[in-house]
């Protein structure tokens, strides 16, 4: 094998016996171009200086997925919610709640809001951890782009954080609350009788050996009622460890297999705050979820990688890559979309020029709407803000109640409440 083959294989195989780490096809592909500047970047000659250290860290930090925003699969969360927080709040015992890979803390934080919004804040732990450092520092900071709350007005964490110069923090009383960590899944210990684990987008990145190891070491970290909540894209997990799996509609979760039975509540409570963060479904749920139109196999690719460079924090790399898609597919609206919310905290008149170019191309997303008329609202413009509100409500309200809106990740009801709120707070 040729020197330079030697070392690609060493740093795969180095960078799967720390942290798990697979990659297969085009992420393979990807990953030994990564590896290629790394060895050059690092001036590493010899296969055996290949190994733990800050090298090895920095190949890490380029290799994982950082993507993360708030309220990511609010259908999954809205069920964390209606089942875990509902019977946690009938209890009065101490709340330890594990964010496993929480990335730049967006997935952490929101669940602190929906722990704060039932009113459990007070007496939760919550532990946030991932193996990048970076990561973690970005998570403490807690201020946010646009591009961590993606679908803006809509978001139930936009309830909570609070508009700082062109970005969005998260209250000091929220982050006070949240414990970040460095924690890697494959080597280190785990924190105990944790009654809510999620490690959701993480475990599809792991080797089945890793996935394995994991799962056993998450099924003794649950407390004897605990729940673990994993994507909808995770591997499954029940497989390698005592766990019982509950499939839903709106993704897996497990428990201790040994504890199968439900616990009753202990100490109950007089009264139970109302879920004011997620409010139950109030339409029956569509047996099938409507899927926007696949969008073009090319744009697919740039829109991926756009978002990839977002969320590492590269905006400039991100809009590079936009420009220059935009450039090769100028009549594809979720383009300029997505450079609108790269762009709304620098240049506020040309992310509202692009949302304009996203709506004249496509007049049918309700998002373009809704993002431009929080824009206009946050620079004093009322006029415009309720104009776009309220053409963002005409097309919600035209959608089933259930659908996922175009370009977002949520039903049409959700964001038809949210334009409400807005043109009554205008
Ligand atoms: C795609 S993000 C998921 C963030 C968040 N959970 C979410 O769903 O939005 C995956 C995170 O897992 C972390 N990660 C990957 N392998 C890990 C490991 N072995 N131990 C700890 N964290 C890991 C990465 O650093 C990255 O921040």
Redesign the pocket.
């Given at each position: 094998m040729r020197l330079h083959d030697q070392l690609v294989t060493r740093a795969l195989d180095e960078v799967n016996r720390h942290?798990?780490?697979f990659f297969k096809d085009v992420r393979l592909t990807g990953a030994v171009e990564t590896i290629n500047e790394w060895i050059v970047e690092h001036g590493i000659v010899n296969p055996v200086d290949i190994g733990p250290g800050v090298a090895l860290d920095a190949l890490l930090e380029d290799l994982?997925?950082?993507?993360?925003?708030f309220d990511?699969d609010i259908e999954q969360l809205r069920l964390v919610d209606e089942l875990v927080l509902a019977r946690l709040a009938r209890t009065t015992d101490p709340i330890k709640v594990w964010?496993a890979?929480?990335?730049s803390g967006?997935?952490p934080y929101t669940l602190a809001f929906m722990l704060a919004a039932r009113g459990l804040l007070q007496r939760a732990t919550i532990t946030a951890?991932?193996?990048?450092r970076p990561?973690l520092v970005r998570a403490r900071a807690g201020r946010y782009r646009a591009w961590a709350v993606r679908t803006g007005a809509n978001s139930p964490a936009m309830r909570f954080l609070v508009p700082c110069a062109t970005e969005w923090c998260v209250p000091e009383s929220i982050k006070e609350a949240v414990d970040f960590e460095l924690?890697?899944?494959?080597e280190d210990p785990f924190p105990a009788a944790q009654d809510l684990i999620t490690c959701?987008?993480?475990l599809i990145?792991?080797d089945q050996a890793a996935v394995a190891v994991v799962a056993q070491k998450f099924a003794n970290a649950l407390a004897p009622h605990g729940w673990l909540f994993v994507?909808p894209s995770d591997p499954r997990l029940d497989p390698y460890a005592p766990l019982a799996a509950t499939v839903t509609d709106r993704g897996v979760y497990y428990r201790r297999a040994d504890q199968l039975e439900p616990v009753p509540a202990r100490r109950p409570r007089a009264s139970v705050p109302p879920p004011i963060f997620m409010p139950p479904l109030r339409v029956a749920r569509a047996p099938s979820v409507t899927i926007p139109p696949a969008p073009k196999q090319d744009t697919r690719a740039a829109r991926d990688h756009a978002r990839m460079l977002a969320d590492r924090g590269d905006y400039e790399g991100a809009r590079a890559v936009l420009v220059s898609a935009i450039a090769a597919t100028p009549l594809d609206g979720e383009l300029y979309f997505l450079e609108a919310v790269l762009l709304a905290a620098d240049d506020l008149a040309a992310a509202l020029a692009c949302l304009d170019r996203a709506i004249y191309l496509s007049p049918d997303a309700p998002v373009s709407y809704l993002f431009a008329g929080r824009l206009r609202h946050s620079s004093g413009d009322r006029i415009g803000a309720r104009r776009s509100y309220a053409r963002a409500l005409v097309l919600l309200e035209a959608s089933p109640p259930d659908e996922r809106v175009l370009w977002s990740d949520e039903p049409a009801w959700i964001m038809a409440d949210a334009c409400r709120r807005a043109l009554a707070a205008l």
């Open positions: 942290a798990g780490l994982v997925v950082h993507e993360s925003y990511r964010s890979g929480c990335a967006e997935e951890t991932d193996l990048s990561a924690l890697n899944l494959v959701r987008n993480v990145y792991l994507a």
